[in-house]
């Protein structure tokens, strides 16, 4: 082979070098980006369907928490109208108390 043959085969094989690494590389960041566009999608999918599961459990613990504050109020609604007879009774008692008091101590010169 002469020493222009040779010159001429070591620039098509740099040439051809060159082109080789464009292409792999071109194909390389296509394939990156595809990755990462379908890791991207898959995790606005997966971010989505756990805040509508979110949303729906906070919707059920607030459905029952206020079944349980009108369980409370209704119970609390029935402790203050047995306060309000205890009361009652206690206001009668007391009534009592003070006429036999009055009746037996001889307390009736008010």
Same mark, same amino acid.
């Given at each position: 082979?002469?020493?222009?043959?040779?010159?001429?085969?070591?620039?098509?094989?740099?040439?051809?070098?060159?082109?080789?690494?464009?292409?792999?590389?071109?194909?390389?960041?296509?394939?990156?980006?595809?990755?990462?566009?379908?890791? %991207? &999608? /898959? +995790? =606005? !999918? $997966? @971010?989505? *369907? #756990? %805040? &509508? /599961? +979110? =949303? !729906? $459990? @906070?919707? *059920? #613990? %607030? &459905? /029952? +928490?206020?079944?349980?504050?009108?369980?409370?109020? &209704?119970?609390?609604?029935?402790?203050?109208?047995?306060?309000?007879?205890?009361?009652?009774?206690?206001?009668?008692?007391?009534?009592?108390?003070?006429?036999?008091?009055?009746?037996?101590?001889?307390?009736?010169?008010?």
């Amino acid at each position: 082979m002469t020493e222009p043959q040779i010159w001429t085969m070591m620039g098509a094989f740099i040439a051809l070098m060159f082109g080789m690494l464009t292409v792999v590389s071109t194909l390389f960041v296509r394939v990156v980006r595809t990755e990462v566009g379908s890791v %991207r &999608a /898959e +995790m =606005r !999918s $997966e @971010v989505g *369907g #756990l %805040r &509508a /599961e +979110m =949303r !729906s $459990e @906070v919707g *059920g #613990l %607030r &459905a /029952e +928490m206020q079944a349980g504050f009108a369980t409370i109020d &209704a119970r609390l609604e029935t402790v203050n109208t047995r306060f309000d007879a205890v009361d009652a009774r206690i206001e009668g008692l007391d009534r009592d108390v003070r006429a036999l008091v009055k009746n037996t101590f001889g307390l009736d010169r008010d």
